[in-house]
């Protein structure tokens, strides 16, 4: 049986304990010696190869699913500084792109003049502002705002 088993692997190419035999025909394998007996063998299916296993992803997919909400995501699981984590760059587009858009609503609203307008802009552009809410903030500690005539 082990020769059998041997002889199979070399001509399927895998491990010999992924050869699987039939036991009802353990006579005719008995008799199989050969390579060509065992080729013969092989192609009636009486003797087979057993899937290779791969590794499951199930554990993974799940632990996505867990991350993408925001677990397993503290500082013990991080590796790399945080501009590797989320580049600077790409911070300051998010935030940049976010106090523009807030001054364009802003101006077209009428909520400040054109001049402030300018200035503000010039400000973001230059990093002065940390996000939307410190721009409101400086605003209306500047008394930026244009009152509204009732």
């Not at 013969?40 to 993974?60: H, N």
């Not at 503290?74 to 523009?100: D, F």
Request: hydrophobic share 35%; glycine share 6%; with cysteine.
């Amino acid at each position: 049986m082990m020769l059998q088993k041997r002889l199979a692997s070399g001509i399927m190419k895998c491990s010999p304990k992924r050869v699987k035999l039939d036991t009802s025909r353990l006579a005719d394998i008995k008799e199989a010696i050969t390579n060509s007996d065992v080729r013969q063998l092989i192609s009636e299916g009486v003797i087979k190869k057993i899937p290779a296993r791969g590794i499951s992803r199930a554990r993974v997919r799940e632990n996505m699913r867990q991350r993408r909400k925001g677990r397993h995501k503290g500082p013990g699981s991080r590796k790399g500084k945080p501009t590797s984590r989320l580049p600077s760059k790409k911070a300051w587009m998010s935030r940049i792109r976010l106090q523009r858009r807030f001054l364009m609503e802003i101006r077209a609203k009428s909520l400040v003049s054109g001049q402030t307008f300018k200035d503000l802009y010039k400000k973001a552009k230059g990093g002065f502002f940390r996000n939307k809410r410190h721009i409101k903030l400086y605003i209306n500690e500047q008394k930026l705002f244009i009152e509204k005539q009732k």
